[in-house]
């Protein structure tokens, strides 16, 4: 695990805090970690600390990658409080809507709060 990001789990869900910004290999990495060491499938990126400047290629190939590594069906919140990262992770969203097979629904977010209350309420509505 490298030092851009740190993991913890709080009431059965994954919350990843990068702590610099994370290319393409950085988020692959994360997106491993929690595959190999973090089953659950509720899951809060937490990228309030940091500024997202991933392309486009950059974008589907995260899609790609966690389509094909994080297979079970779950919810992902993503948090970012300056305009880029929120518009990239809007995008990165719109990819994964486009893949036919992709099983996670995910929303953005400019509040941790606000994403953690979805979430809860998401795992609410499952049980």
Same mark, same amino acid.
């Given at each position: 695990m490298g030092n851009f990001c740190s993991y913890r789990v709080e009431d059965g869900i994954s919350i990843i805090h990068f702590t610099r910004s994370p290319g393409r290999l950085e988020f692959i990495e994360a997106i491993n970690e929690l595959a190999a060491n973090y089953p659950y499938q509720y899951r809060l990126w937490d990228l309030q600390d940091v500024v997202l400047e991933l392309d486009q290629d950059d974008l589907r190939a995260i899609v790609t990658f966690a389509g094909e590594t994080l297979t079970d069906a779950r919810r992902?919140?993503?948090?970012?409080?300056?305009?880029?990262?929120?518009?990239? *992770?809007?995008?990165?969203?719109?990819y994964q809507q486009r893949q036919p097979d992709f099983q996670s629904q995910s929303?953005?977010?400019?509040?941790?709060?606000?994403?953690?209350?979805? *979430?809860?309420?998401?795992?609410a509505a499952a049980d």
């Open positions: 992902a919140a993503f948090v970012a409080s300056n305009n880029l990262s929120f518009g990239k *992770l809007r995008m990165l969203e719109a929303r953005t977010f400019r509040e941790f709060r606000l994403a953690w209350q979805w *979430l809860q309420d998401e795992r």
